[in-house]
């Protein structure tokens, strides 16, 4: 399982931004498939984001689209989450995953296989 360190989260009012990182200890970078899930006390963890391994290709939660935008750096082995236009309910831990040369699907699909951070908390407050 690649290790991987999350960073960035903290406390922002409604309508702020954050930057999350995501930074992987692993050669070859590239070839995994990067994803952001959340989870809020006492709800279950849910998907956020998703990055190809190419790099082509990125999918969001629909409660993210347009406000929230992920990408990655392959040279610098770290992936992104811009979070703008932030909102109390997203309140979370934010996570991320990986998943050597798979599809976003199958991540989404078998999130047990991924490798997982440690969690970054993000506190949106009102």
């Known amino acids: 399982q690649v290790p991987l360190v999350e960073s960035g989260g903290g406390l922002v009012q409604a309508g702020g931004s954050l930057r999350l990182s995501c930074a992987a200890s692993?050669?070859?970078?590239?070839?995994?498939?990067m994803a952001w899930f959340r989870q809020a006390p006492g709800k279950e963890r849910e998907f956020v984001a998703a990055?190809?391994?190419?790099?082509?290709?990125?999918r969001y939660a629909d409660f993210v689209k347009g406000r929230f935008t992920i990408s990655r750096d392959n040279v610098r082995s770290t992936m992104y989450l811009q979070m703008n236009s932030l909102r109390p309910e997203d309140t979370a831990v934010y996570f991320c995953?990986?998943?050597?040369?798979?599809?976003?699907?199958?991540?989404?699909?078998?999130?047990?296989?991924?490798?997982w951070g440690q969690g970054t908390q993000v506190t949106v407050s009102s």
């Open positions: 990055i190809s391994w190419k790099g082509g290709a990125t």
């Open positions: 692993t050669l070859g970078f590239g070839s995994y498939a």
């Open positions: 995953a990986a998943r050597f040369r798979t599809t976003i699907p199958t991540m989404l699909e078998e999130k047990d296989s991924n490798a």
